[in-house]
């Protein structure tokens, strides 16, 4: 049987879709492709079970609709399964539609976080014939192709229809043996075509891995992936060496993201890194990983500098006490800084994450992040941010708030299509154009005098000349999306 895993072209009149690996959807101007990890997975332990594997990334592989047709045309899949995000699950839905005129016996299966908060909406607006919920869709692929051939039973997270009724085998249960996974099929899944188009690499080419699944915290109110990981789980570090000793002897991997929602920490960190180390990895591949503030003490931060991190992501989102707590991050003001400040001691390079529109924050206290930003620049305590516009995707916490409260600007099928950053979907004390000007405002904090000059003093290379030129180029593309343009 032929299973097809494929990110199909989507209209790009708003840039390049982020769909893979993506907590929050954006659109992209420039080519940027993330690795889809799970998805790899997926097609990993399916060619071990015998199935011919077709990966097809038609937006990692700049191909258009005509050239996925034809191909669907010639390689006459049995199953193709899509990944998918709120923003484009219109567009998925026509695609299926699409499909299905053309091979009616072919079985379309949808995945991710968007179907899972809402699994029965699909079957209303498409021909897809499954649906799978949670986030170990690449196990429950598996079970459902072997369904198809060998009539094994389904495992529970799976929606259907039979006899023209929508059934499904129960609530997802994320109970499978991440330690029994095998090493991703690189090359089965074209890993060339992530390794350089990235930004978060300052070195290429670079690979991602997922040793958790997805945060230990897991209670963000606005994270989309909440809804496909409610319990944590991860690998061993023994497994994750593995795999980078892996990506670095057959691929000439030179850095590796780490896309865990929160990497483990406490002893699993420390052995890590000391194994790190000890294999003498440290000196050959640089790694990033997302974190959360409060959590490490400068000695963590410098046994992770030893043992070859470069980059770690926080998730600032908010200087409001009472915004963060209203969000459930757990964490307070003074860590945020603090986290910034011992991590940059370690000689290791901050990455914030902030959010404006939130519906109780007015334009002082939405200038309070701004601010903070800007200090955290100007004291050299962060090197990189991230700036958008909050959004309540299906399925959160936040998304379940604005229902109640009637916050809601864009809902339901006709709404699904705004949730992608560029404009308000909540309604908010502050209109759209002072939601997007603060957001210009955060991204003007890499323009701080003083941060510009420690910029310019740090360049010891010409790749460091080259990362920062693409970081600036950046940042002019992003202060372009937030204009006032509608």
């Known amino acids: 049987m032929k299973v097809m895993i494929a990110y199909p072209p989507l209209d790009g009149e ?91 016996k072919c079985k379309i299966v949808l995945f991710g976080d968007h179907v899972t908060a809402l699994p029965k909406e699909s079957f ?53 043996d991440l330690t029994a996974l095998p090493l991703i099929d690189r090359e089965l899944t074209k890993w060339r075509l992530y390794a350089y188009d990235n930004g978060n690499f300052k070195f290429s080419p670079g690979a991602y891995t997922m040793v958790g699944r997805d945060c230990w915290w897991g209670k963000c109110k606005f994270c989309s992936w909440t809804t496909l990981y409610p319990c944590f789980r991860s690998m061993k570090p023994e497994q994750l060496i593995g795999e980078i000793e892996h990506l670095v002897n057959n691929f000439g991997i030179k850095e590796i993201m780490d896309d865990t929602g929160t990497f483990p920490v406490g002893n699993w960190l420390r052995k890590f890194c000391n194994l790190m180390i000890d294999k003498g990895l440290n000196k050959r591949v640089r790694i990033s990983c997302n974190m959360r503030f409060g959590k490490l003490k400068l000695s963590d931060y410098k046994l992770m500098r030893r043992a070859g991190f470069r980059f770690i992501l926080y998730g ?54 701004v601010n903070l930003a800007k200090s955290l620049f100007k004291k050299g305590w962060v090197d990189t941010l991230q700036a958008t516009i909050v959004i309540p995707y299906p399925g959160t916490k936040l998304y379940d708030l604005c229902k109640k409260n009637k916050w809601l600007l864009y809902d339901g099928t006709d709404g699904w299509p705004f949730y992608d950053m560029r404009i308000p979907i909540m309604k908010s004390p502050l209109d759209s154009l002072s939601i997007k000007k603060l957001t210009r405002e955060l991204y003007k904090s ?15 290379s010409l790749n460091d000349l080259s990362f920062i030129i693409r970081g600036i180029k950046k940042v002019f593309k992003h202060l372009k999306d937030f204009g006032d343009g509608e």
Request: aromatic share 12%.
């Open 124 to 176: 209303k607006y498409s021909e897809v014939d499954y649906v799978l919920t949670g986030g170990d869709y690449d196990f429950l692929l598996l079970n459902l192709c072997n369904y198809l051939i060998k009539k094994t039973k389904l495992e529970p997270g799976i929606y259907y229809k039979k006899n023209k009724r929508l059934l499904n085998t129960g609530k997802f249960k994320l109970n499978h």
């Open 14 to 104: 708003k840039g390049i879709p982020q769909i893979s690996q993506n907590r929050q959807f954006q659109w992209f101007d420039k080519h940027s492709v993330i690795y889809p990890v799970v998805p790899a997975y997926a097609a990993t332990l399916l060619k071990k079970e015998g199935f011919n594997v077709i990966w097809k990334d038609c937006i990692a592989e700049k191909q258009s609709y005509n050239e996925f047709i034809i191909d669907f045309k010639n390689l006459k899949p049995d199953v193709v399964a899509l990944e998918t995000k709120t923003p484009v699950i219109v567009q998925h839905w026509r695609i299926i539609n699409d499909l299905k005129k053309i091979n009616p």
């Open 446 to 460: 890499f323009f701080v005098p003083r941060y510009v000059f420690r910029k310019l003093f740090s360049i010891r």
């Open 316 to 369: 600032l989102e908010s200087a409001k006490q009472s915004t963060l707590n209203k969000l459930d991050k757990g964490i307070l003001i003074e860590d945020i800084v603090k986290g910034c400040e011992l991590a940059k001691k370690a000689d290791l390079n901050p990455h914030i994450t902030c959010m404006i529109g939130y519906p109780w924050e007015s334009f002082n206290d939405a200038l309070e992040t």
